[in-house]
């Protein structure tokens, strides 16, 4: 299994490439193939320095659209629409084609580029959750006391915590080198058990800017200079605006030198200030104003050593070119040698290898967040396609919903109605929907072999075959013998249509599995940190202890199907024996009937809904219960209590309500609320599409 860890600053200039620099050099002596992503980076590759890094240094094949979620412009532009509840899924879907290549990725958050620092910080932080990854967040430790840097960790791990994100270790970074020793010592001391922090101290040297970050910060052309003059970090900045020997005075460690191309003797006087051994080494000449140098001087140059201080040219005025040099701070560059090795070292020295090794290569997220589980719907939905017809044809938020599942290949389509008016619809709107089948009952030359099974499977009931060759031109009637006949997988209805009318066809014709008497259905509720079934809050206004039963029974096996271990916690208004009463005793027996037809299962009931999610009630009313405390699956005991439930858990908690999801029948067949969206639709197509996946694996097996 592929594992992954989520490296962001908690603000701008935290430093975090140090700290991405040392996790890579720590794995690529323990992981495989190691992955580098980025979940918003800059325009392309050469423009984003962390790739550029990343990908230099390790010596990593990173094609740019595949390290990274999209690009600064792209999420702007999302933004700007309002579509910013789509950035998370795409970011994800980009990381999991990554993460399926690779043994290990290493994610670099956001730079702060924007101006609020909060927000961009709770979007990696939501980010790293919804990729299912630990987070290791880095502090900047500038200016700030040990006791104050134990501090913001303190918050920092209970923020974190709340929001329900892994957290593998905090690195405060930038820590004065008078106080690392103690704010180390106090990390270690002063911390809950379980939490890892590590001081890293200040260095100047990766706080300065090179000579490179100059030249490309300012577009500078390169005129003379060894490479490795490039690397030289920039400590001053000076503008060559006097007299030789008034300039040769102030020249300083690490100058960088700005003057016009016709001032040739302080040019000249710098180059060979840097020569000799009685003046500083300067940083580097930087040109400017266009101007060439003279041809004598050049000559001259010619003739000399061949010097390594970098001659740069620019074409803004003296004044302009120096003040945005001046602005820039240092960064950690792929060319820069000297910067790599001190990153690398101070990482080394600070952290405790073996510690955080250890940490990286068995963290592993066990929260499921709602997006996290709707992409695995819809990749498990692309991985054996499956073919679902959509009887509402000419409905825009269909129509928007199979553009999307066709485009991302999540299944085949069969869109019911006339021909011309669904065909006229898409057109309207501008879509693309590649490979769809449009269907139309009524002059479908499926209708009379359709009309004819129906007849035969509901003649008994006094249907006659004018009346089936009728029925035949019901979409509903005939996408459910699309399904039955084969045609089909399964069938999604229900945002124009009733409930009624999606499933009383289904009920004719599809009819229940084997052991079950009733249709029932489910809800996934995608809460922030974890996925829950909850059932029957759709169907069944007041089902009986045998119906309960099935019910726990059928859910059981839903969870199964979308990777939910089922608990199954049988809801009442009162936990184990303390209660009496028509209504618990009805719940009592269901919870018998449901053991007895299942004794594998892990069922408790009746008991109350605290004690079924909440592991310090369940250990005070039920302690030895393996569902107290842990239930993964609700059963309610009526329609009311259920329906009311889930719409409370999903507006108080925010949870993200997937369904109903139909559970029961012998193919699947869903049916959508007609306030749905389209992400609904989509959801709900991937979930039947899985649901005709395990259908199938369950003929094979008893065909075997």
């Known amino acids: ?212 970050e100059v030249a490309r910060a300012l577009d500078a052309k390169i005129i003379s200079g060894e490479p490795e003059g490039l690397e030289r970090e920039i400590h001053r900045y000076k503008i060559g605006a006097m007299s030789l020997p008034g300039f040769l005075e102030e020249l300083g460690e690490g100058t960088l030198v700005f003057a016009p191309a016709d001032r040739s003797d302080i040019i000249l006087g710098a180059l060979l200030a840097d020569a000799s051994g009685t003046y500083p080494q300067v940083a580097g000449v930087v040109l400017t104003g266009g101007i060439k140098l003279e041809a004598p001087v050049q000559r001259l140059m010619a003739g000399l050593r061949k010097s390594p201080v970098p001659l740069l040219s620019v074409g803004e005025d003296i004044f302009a070119s120096a003040m945005a040099a001046s602005s820039l701070r240092g960064r950690i560059g792929p060319e820069n040698k000297r910067k790599i090795a001190v990153a690398q070292s101070l990482f080394e020295s600070s952290v405790d290898l073996s510690e955080i090794g250890e940490r990286l290569m068995v963290s592993r997220s066990s929260r499921t967040t709602p997006i996290m589980f709707e992409y695995g719907l819809i990749s498990r939905a692309k991985n054996n396609l499956q073919h679902i017809v959509l009887p509402e044809g000419s409905e825009e938020r269909i129509l928007r919903a199979a553009e999307i599942l066709l485009l991302r290949g999540v299944v085949e389509v069969s869109l019911l109605g006339g021909t011309r008016e669904i065909q006229d619809k898409i057109a309207e709107m501008g879509l693309s929907l590649p490979g769809v089948k449009i269907v139309d009952p009524t002059s479908s030359d499926l209708r009379e072999g359709f009309a004819e099974t129906y007849y035969q499977i509901r003649k008994q009931k006094g249907i006659s075959k004018e009346m089936a060759y009728d029925l035949m031109a019901d979409v509903s009637y005939f996408g459910t013998m699309m399904i039955h006949n084969g045609n089909a997988d399964g069938m999604v209805s229900g945002a124009v249509h009733t409930t009624q009318h999606t499933i009383r066809p289904a009920l004719e014709v599809i009819r229940t599995k084997p052991g079950c008497t009733i249709v029932s259905s489910v809800f996934l509720m995608c809460l922030p940190d974890r996925v829950l079934v909850y059932g029957d809050c759709a169907v069944n206004p007041d089902p009986n202890a045998q119906q309960l039963a099935e019910i726990a029974i059928c859910a059981a096996s839903t969870s199964e199907t979308f990777g939910i271990e089922p608990r199954i916690a049988m809801l009442s208004y009162s936990t184990g024996e303390s209660g009496k009463g028509a209504d618990v005793e009805k719940v009592r027996e269901a919870s018998r009937i449901a053991k007895e037809l299942r004794p594998d299962l892990k069922i408790e009931g009746p008991i109350q809904y605290d004690a079924a999610v909440d592991p310090e009630v369940a250990k005070v009313k039920m302690p030895q219960s393996e569902v107290a405390g842990r239930a993964t699956v609700f059963v309610f005991p009526d329609l009311n209590t259920g329906n009311n439930t889930y719409k409370a858990v999903q507006r108080s908690a925010s949870a993200v309500a997937i369904g109903p999801v139909l559970q029961g029948l012998n193919k699947p067949v869903n049916d959508l609320s007609r306030g749905c969206t389209v992400t609904d639709i989509v959801n709900t197509v991937a979930i039947t599409a899985i649901q005709a996946q395990a259908g199938k694996g369950s003929h094979e097996s008893n065909d075997r």
């Open 1 to 212: 299994m592929s594992q992954g860890l989520y490296i962001t600053g908690t603000g701008p200039r935290s430093g975090k490439s140090v700290v991405i620099l040392g996790i890579m050099e720590l794995l690529a002596g323990r992981a495989g193939n190691v992955g580098f992503f980025r979940p918003v980076a800059y325009p392309d590759a050469e423009h984003d320095h962390s790739i550029q890094l990343i990908s230099r240094l390790q010596k990593l094949q990173l094609h740019f659209k595949c390290s990274c979620g999209c690009t600064y412009e792209e999420a702007a532009a999302i933004i700007r629409g309002g579509h910013v509840s789509t950035l998370p899924a795409q970011i994800l879907e980009k990381y999991k084609a990554l993460e399926g290549q690779c043994d290990f990725v290493v994610c670099a958050g956001t730079d702060y580029t924007g101006v609020n620092t909060a927000l961009e910080f709770d979007f990696n932080i939501s980010i790293a959750r919804n990729l299912g990854i630990p987070l290791l967040p880095v502090i900047s430790g500038l200016a700030r006391t040990p006791s104050e840097i134990v501090d913001s960790i303190k918050i920092l791990a209970e923020n974190l915590d709340a929001k329900n994100c892994d957290l593998l270790a905090v690195v405060a970074n930038h820590v004065e080198e008078k106080w690392k020793e103690e704010t180390a010592s106090r990390l270690r001391s002063e911390l809950k058990e379980g939490l890892c922090a590590y001081a890293v101290p200040r260095h100047f040297l990766l706080e300065k800017p090179s000579v490179a």
